[in-house]
């Protein structure tokens, strides 16, 4: 008897329908075709297991299995189920009615069990563009796939739930999520708080620049000054994700299997922070088996670098392209995949290898050539996707010890969300670009040049600074940005001025001067 059943197979954000035929003749041997990896041919035994263990019977038959499309590969153990209904109805131990309503995903333990599976929200979005009735898949992916409307989502415990749902000895409900309820919720609980950090002003108003640009910044200051602590606070002056941008972001974290337990959204933007030991792989994504990396898992929110020069170099050049494309394509023999990184990068570095350069309460032992070297560890094309650049030393003890608390992120968070505004409204024409950090040359042009007089103020700057040449570009978007939060049109010779202070790296004398 040749039964069919319905599931999916995950290829980065893509998902393509796979159907599982079973056939069952006379005989004894077991057939696989389809390009299954090693864990969906180990499936056999955890299939038999399961049926067995639930006093139903394992067929005595020669069980051929074709998985369709049989070009397409499948990789993990979410086949299980699928497979393990298609052998019991060909055994005609399950009707066969309503197989072909719908799409069903999971692994079996040896009891029969249902565990998780990655990419249950991807999975949930296909069956709804393919018309399926509804989705079956383990309980703790229920809440995941639910957020998806218009698709009837059951989670199910373990085997023995599935057959008496589709043979309708039991009625189950479907799970049912509200959506934006879920989404509001959460959107501004933040544990951090820019009213915890005293002192840092200049610090914390290059931070609003940058989140109000989506601009990539780099700290550089020595140990103990606060580059990390307020890193961490970045994601709660950053606007809130949209619905559209959570679910996209959701969908990421789905099939790399990094939501929590019971989660359906993601409803605040992601702050990723990788250790400077990181190989490429995890950074970018790919693998044997095909994951998102880091950079991806930090689509719509903060890729953070603390101690930048320690990263291992080729690494850090892997970043290039993603800065500049905000997407990054994953290609092997194998497979070519590709995942969106769209993410604000923020790093953090000591100024010297001893970390004390320019700090005025402790004496820096380094000669001016070991930090040349050392600064020298960041190339200049990453180095010119880094808009803001700023020094930070630490807070005397007055600053520390008084009892006021600084600006809360909440107000700082309004001043941002308004100058987005601005800019969701000066590029609404424009596809693709959301941000001021996403200006092209021409738009540069076009949205943020100055007056007469700011261009002469630019080109004291340059010569007086030791500019370089790279630096001009990055000053007018960020002078723009800087013009949307004092809510101008015009890019005056004030906002220029703040901008040409953020580009300390670039300046010419950098490793030379005393700070």
């Known amino acids: 008897m040749l039964v069919k059943t319905y599931c999916a197979a995950v ?47 394992f067929p005595r038959a020669d069980i051929t299995v074709n998985m369709a499309p049989a070009d397409l590969r499948k990789e993990g153990s979410s086949f299980d189920l699928p497979l393990a209904i298609a052998i019991l109805a060909a055994d005609s131990q399950l009707p066969t009615d309503n197989l072909q309503q719908y799409m069903m995903v999971g692994e079996l333990s040896l009891d029969g069990t249902l565990q998780p ?12 563009a393919e018309k399926f009735k509804g989705l079956l898949l383990p309980k703790a992916n229920e809440r995941e796939a639910a957020v998806v409307n218009n698709l009837d989502v059951y989670g199910m415990e373990n085997i023995i739930d599935v057959v008496n749902f589709l043979s309708g000895k039991s009625q189950f409900q479907p799970t049912v999520i509200d959506t934006r309820k879920e989404f509001y919720e959460h959107q501004y609980r933040f544990d951090l708080d820019f009213a915890d950090v005293r002192g840092q002003e200049n610090v914390k108003r290059a931070m609003e620049v940058a989140a109000a ?31 559209g941008e959570s679910l996209e972001t959701t969908q990421i974290h789905s099939v790399a299997g990094k939501l ?56 850090l050049e892997v970043l290039r392209q993603p800065l500049e494309d905000r997407k990054i394509t994953i290609s092997r023999a194998k497979y070519t995949i590709e995942y969106p ?27 001016p050539g070991q930090i040349q070297r050392y600064m020298n560890k960041i190339s200049g094309p990453l180095l010119d996707r880094i808009d803001i650049q700023v020094e930070i030393t630490p807070v005397p003890f007055k600053d520390i010890s008084q009892a006021t608390q600084g600006e809360p992120s909440a107000v700082i968070r309004e001043r941002v969300i308004k100058a987005r505004q601005m800019q969701e409204q000066r590029f609404k024409d424009v596809k693709g670009v959301y ?17 007469a007089e700011g261009i002469e103020l630019l080109r004291s700057a340059m010569e007086r600074l030791s500019l370089s040449a790279r630096a001009y570009n990055r000053i007018l978007k960020v002078a723009r940005t800087i013009a949307d939060l004092d809510q101008s049109d015009v890019v005056k010779q004030q906002h220029l001025a703040e901008a040409i202070s953020y580009r300390n790296l670039d300046r010419g004398d950098w490793a030379e001067r005393g700070v």
């Open 11 to 57: 290829n980065g954000l893509n998902v393509t329908t796979v159907t599982v035929e079973v056939n069952l003749v006379k005989g004894m041997l077991y057939h696989f075709t389809g390009l299954g990896d090693e864990a969906v041919r180990e499936g056999r035994d955890r299939i038999s297991s399961a049926i067995q263990y639930n006093n139903m019977r």
């Open 117 to 128: 599976i990655k990419g249950a929200l991807p999975i949930a979005i296909r069956a709804r």
């Open 213 to 243: 640009g989506s601009h990539n910044l780099i700290m550089v200051g020595p140990p103990g000054s606060g580059k990390s602590m307020m890193a961490k606070r970045l994601p709660s002056i950053l606007p809130p994700l949209s619905l």
């Open 260 to 315: 929590g337990k019971g989660m359906s959204l993601i409803s605040q933007r992601p702050f990723r922070a990788p250790h400077h030991t990181i190989s490429e792989v995890a950074l970018v994504g790919g693998g044997t088996t095909p994951q998102p990396g880091e950079i991806s898992l930090a689509h719509n929110g903060v890729l953070f670098a603390d101690e930048l020069p320690e990263f291992n170099k080729t690494t």
């Open 341 to 367: 990184c769209s993410f604000m990068f923020v790093a953090s570095m000591n100024p010297c290898p001893c970390g004390y350069y320019g700090d005025p309460t402790h004496h820096c032992v380094c000669m």
């Open 435 to 451: 941000s001021n950090a996403q200006m092209s040359e021409r738009m540069i042009h076009q949205f943020a040049e100055p007056d």
